[in-house]
């Protein structure tokens, strides 16, 4: 089903199929610096093996991929380097490694229309019991507000600045 962002642009939501991970990756590159973007190994690796965990936003008119949520199951409560190289079908985390909106698309409310699908669509999967990203110190309360609790500095080193592990409990409403 459609729904429409500021400026009168409809939006579907749907999984990212192996045709679109140019794009998505593309959409990475352009909107994460250098020594935070993902390989697109990775994208290619997440969409093979837990397509499920990996949603797009996408004009209702064109279908252009707009925006992405990417994510791993894991059996730690927190993203660990290994949740990024790997899914564990068994593991009861989605540790979520990207969220990202075309640059043209932002503060609209889009990234957090995304979030509250990706979790909806997590929570109906009833595998999941936790949901857990890696945030920059300024995105702590755009995530807050979705829902998040702040855990604390995370020990990932990933780029230049520091990194937060936020969670979400999955069990509770
Ligand atoms: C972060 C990102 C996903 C936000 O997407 P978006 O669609 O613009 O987000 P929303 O419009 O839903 O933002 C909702 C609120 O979050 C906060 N917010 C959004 N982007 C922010 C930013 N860059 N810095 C601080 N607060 C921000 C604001 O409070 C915003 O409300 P406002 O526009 O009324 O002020 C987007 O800027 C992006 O793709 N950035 C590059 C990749 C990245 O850093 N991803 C996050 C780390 S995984």
Redesign the pocket.
């Known amino acids: 089903m459609a729904m429409t962002i500021p400026g009168d642009i409809n939006v579907i939501f749907k999984p990212v199929k192996a045709s679109e991970i140019d794009r998505a990756h593309q959409?990475?590159a352009?909107?994460?610096p250098a020594d935070?973007a993902e390989s697109i190994d990775k994208f290619r690796y997440r969409q093979t093996y837990c397509p499920h965990l990996f949603l797009g936003a996408y004009l209702a008119d064109s279908d252009l991929l707009i925006?992405y949520i990417a994510g791993t199951g894991a059996s730690t409560p927190i993203i660990s380097f290994d949740s990024m190289n790997r899914h564990e079908p068994e593991g009861r985390t989605v540790c979520?490694?990207?969220?990202?909106?075309?640059?043209a698309?932002?503060?609209?409310?889009?990234?957090?229309?995304?979030?509250n699908e990706y979790v909806g669509r997590i929570r109906q999967q009833e595998i999941y019991e936790r949901a857990a990203?890696?945030?920059?110190q300024?995105?702590i309360?755009?995530y807050e507000?979705l829902g998040f609790t702040n855990s604390g500095e995370s020990n990932i080193q990933l780029g230049k600045e520091k990194w937060f592990d936020l969670i979400m409990d999955l069990r509770t409403k």
């Open positions: 959409l990475e352009d909107g994460f935070e925006g979520i490694h990207s969220v990202c909106v075309d640059k698309y932002r503060r609209r409310g889009l990234a957090s229309r995304m979030m990203l890696l945030s920059h300024h995105l309360p755009f507000n």
